[in-house]
C-alpha cells in the first residue's frame, strides 16, 4: 500500500472516521499523484477512489496508481456516489473547503456528519520522503543556475522587471513548470520592502539589489534570496549586509532535529537585535517549503514543535530600512539525522557586481 495512504488511513482510524474527502489541489497530488485541475480524492478503510469529470478520466487512470477512478458530471454529481456508500462520519478540508462548497455537501449530504481535519493533510506532508527532498533539491538547484546567470544579465538601466522576466524565462528552460511565487526583485530604497514585487524601476549604480524567487520542479517548490550590491558597496551596506550573514549563519549551524521553530527565530532574532536593528527585522525567519511555498512547520514564533529530519524550511533574516534599502539572504534547507544540508548553494558572502 502507498505508504502515504497508509499513513492517512492510521489517523482516520485513529479519529474514527469511515472516509476522508480531499479536493485541495496539493493534498490531491500527494495521495493520488494527479496533477490535473479538477477531481476529488475519498479514501475509505477499503477503497480509494478517485472522481473526476470526463476531461480527466483518462489522465486519472494513468496518473491515479492503485485508485478506482470514477466519472462525474453535472447529472451525476459527487455527492450521488457518497449518498449510496453508507458513510456517517466524513473527514474534510475545514482550512481549504469554502461556505458556499460545505453548505451545498451538507444539505445534500443530511445523514453524513462532517468532520473538519483540523490540519491533518498538512501534517501529513511536512516531513518529506528520498523522493520528495530530491525533487525540491532539483528545484534549488534550478534556482542557483538562475541566480549565476542573472548576475551576468543585470546593469544599471535595466528595470527590475526585466531581471524577473530574464529569471523566469530562464528557469523555465531548465525545466520549471512555473515560478513558486511572484519574484521579488527590489532594488536601491525599494530593497527595504521585504515583499518588494519587481517594478519598472531601473537599477542604478551603489543599489542594493534583493532577489527572491524559486521555481515549480515537477510540483514542488524552491525558495532562495541573495542580496547583492550593483557596483561598489558602501561602508553602511556592508555593515548591514555583514549582520544579517552572521544572524542567518549562526541559525543555519544550530538547524538539527529537536529543535524548535521559534528557537531558530529567536538565534537569528538576537543577532540582529543586539546590532541595534532588532525593529527593522519585522517577519519570521522561515517557514516550510513542499508542494506549496509557505507550508508547515513554522519558523517562527509559533514554532513550538519539533523539527524532524525530512523536514525542509528555510532562513531567512533580513534588515529593512526606509529610505536607506535592505539586506535579506535565505537558504532553503533539510532536516537530517545529524543536522541539516543545504539546498541553496549559491554564494553568500557579499557580491559588489561589475559590469
Known amino acids: 500500500m502507498n505508504s502515504r495512504i497508509k499513513n492517512l488511513k492510521n489517523e482516520m482510524k485513529n479519529r474514527d472516521l469511515d472516509a476522508v474527502l480531499i479536493y485541495k489541489p496539493e493534498n490531491r497530488r ?7 485541475t479538477a477531481g476529488y480524492v475519498l479514501i475509505t478503510e477499503s477503497k480509494n477512489m478517485f472522481f473526476t469529470d470526463f476531461r480527466y478520466v483518462q489522465q486519472a487512470s494513468n496518473q491515479c496508481k ?12 459527487i455527492t450521488e456516489y457518497l449518498l449510496d456508500m453508507n458513510i456517517k462520519k466524513l473527514g474534510f478540508e475545514d482550512d481549504y473547503m469554502d461556505f458556499s462548497t460545505y ?30 527532498i530530491n525533487t525540491i533539491a532539483k528545484a534549488a538547484n534550478i534556482a542557483d543556475e538562475a541566480f549565476d546567470h542573472i548576475l551576468k544579465f543585470i546593469k544599471p538601466g535595466i528595470s527590475e522587471k526585466d531581471i524577473a522576466l530574464e529569471i523566469e524565462y530562464f528557469m523555465k528552460k531548465k525545466g520549471a513548470s512555473g515560478i513558486s511565487f511572484d519574484s521579488i526583485v527590489a532594488s536601491g530604497k525599494r530593497s527595504s520592502l521585504p515583499h518588494g514585487v519587481a517594478s519598472e524601476k531601473l537599477i542604478e549604480e551603489g543599489d542594493f539589489l534583493t532577489l527572491d524567487f524559486g521555481c515549480i520542479y515537477n510540483g514542488y517548490c524552491s525558495d532562495m534570496t541573495r542580496t547583492i550590491v550593483v557596483g561598489k558597496a558602501n561602508d553602511e551596506q556592508k555593515k548591514i549586509y555583514d549582520i544579517v550573514l552572521n544572524a542567518q549563519i549562526k541559525a543555519l549551524e544550530a538547524i538539527k532535529p529537536g529543535i524548535t521553530g521559534c528557537e531558530l527565530d529567536k538565534i537569528a532574532r538576537d543577532v540582529i537585535t543586539n546590532a541595534g536593528y532588532g525593529d527593522k527585522f519585522g517577519h519570521g525567519l522561515g517557514h516550510g517549503v513542499g508542494l506549496e511555498v509557505h507550508e508547515m512547520p513554522h519558523v517562527n514564533s509559533l514554532g513550538k514543535n519539533p523539527l524532524l529530519p525530512g523536514m ?18 535565505e537558504d532553503l534547507v533539510v532536516v537530517i539525522e545529524d543536522g541539516y544540508k543545504v539546498l541553496s548553494n549559491s554564494p553568500k558572502e557579499l557580491i559588489e557586481l561589475s559590469y
Open 312 to 329: 525542509v524550511i528555510t532562513d531567512e533574516p533580513g534588515i529593512y530600512i526606509p529610505d536607506f534599502g535592505g539586506v535579506r539572504i
Open 30 to 36: 500527494y495521495i493520488s499523484g494527479f496533477t490535473g
Open 103 to 132: 453548505s451545498k455537501f451538507t444539505n445534500e449530504l443530511k445523514d453524513i456528519n462532517f468532520v473538519p481535519l483540523k490540519g491533518l493533510m498538512l501534517s501529513l506532508r511536512v516531513v518529506k520522503d528520498e523522493e520528495e
Open 66 to 77: 492503485g485508485f478506482e477512478i470514477l466519472e462525474i458530471s453535472r447529472t451525476k454529481p
